[in-house]
């Protein structure tokens, strides 16, 4: 940890890192989903299902055994705090009880339990194990998990991409400066670079200073000041979550003509 700390200072920005650092950790990120408590919609409610799980058998281990008794404890306590406010770090908290509670459990009535039905089950779990291996392994290939591709029809969930937008942009051989909502920037340079840019493209402090971040925001919620931070900008199209408030006051206005439209996304150029 000493030499770590040392060795931060040592890098092209000298000081500048280490206050870059200390900023990015304290930053809030609540556009990026990963960074979201494990109270967030967006996170999977199969993922909170398992978290609860984890902390419940903690629990239980550490009233069998006695916290004394599980070395890694206070460890895998301070994890499971900081998964639940940021889903980022539930495979910190999953490595953390994998090392410290799983063999605790094995000293518990649950854990003897366990043992004694695998014990007179091997073979039925053994072939349960392949099923899912082969399973995995055919989904894998029927879905050609290794193409980069998106979902044509984007639906209304946050996780979709506007595949039609870009597609209607591709086609009009479009080159200039577009407004990207925050968390699809990356999809369009990815589908149209170098012909675009784009004024985000979901990174933070790594790319984007906190006041470009904020004034995107205030654009897409029609803030305070918003027509002049737009103009500023000039971007010569708007690509947008069709229910952002910007979507609903530029649609209707003379200066812009909707280009394509889905269930989550609406692209509008400037004529």
């Not at 060795?7 to 890192?17: D, F, H, K």
């Not at 990120?29 to 967006?42: N, Q, T």
């Not at 305070?224 to 910007?246: F, K, N, S």
């Amino acid at each position: 940890l000493a030499a770590s700390a040392a060795l931060a200072v040592v890098n092209p920005w000298r000081e500048g890192y280490v206050v870059y650092l200390w900023r990015a950790l304290r930053m809030r990120r609540p556009l990026i989903a990963e960074w979201a408590p494990l109270w967030d919609p967006r996170v999977d409610r199969v993922v909170v299902a398992g978290f609860l799980l984890a902390l419940a058998l903690l629990a239980y281990a550490a009233w069998k055994m006695g916290p004394a008794r599980i070395p890694g404890l206070p460890l895998a306590v301070v994890a499971a705090l900081a998964a639940a406010g940021a889903q980022r770090h539930l495979p910190i908290f999953a490595i953390a009880w994998v090392g410290a509670v799983a063999p605790a459990l094995g000293g518990t009535e649950l854990g003897a339990m366990a043992a004694r039905a695998w014990g007179r089950h091997r073979r039925i779990a053994a072939a349960i194990a392949v099923a899912c291996a082969v399973t995995g392994v055919g989904l894998t290939v029927a879905r050609r998990a290794w193409d980069l591709t998106a979902p044509p029809d984007p639906g209304s969930g946050w996780r979709s991409y506007p595949v039609a937008a870009v597609d209607a942009l591709e086609r009009m051989r479009f080159h200039g400066r577009i407004l990207t909502a925050f968390d699809v920037g990356s999809y369009v340079s990815w589908r149209l670079h170098p012909s675009v840019r784009v004024s985000l493209d979901s990174r933070y402090e790594a790319a984007f200073p906190p006041a470009t971040v904020e004034d995107q925001l205030r654009i897409e919620r029609t803030g305070p000041g918003w027509t002049a931070l737009l103009e500023a900008q000039r971007p010569d199209a708007v690509l947008i979550a069709a229910d952002a408030p910007l979507a609903r006051a530029l649609a209707p206005a003379p200066d812009w003509r909707v280009i394509e439209r889905d269930a989550r996304w609406v692209l509008l150029v400037r004529r």
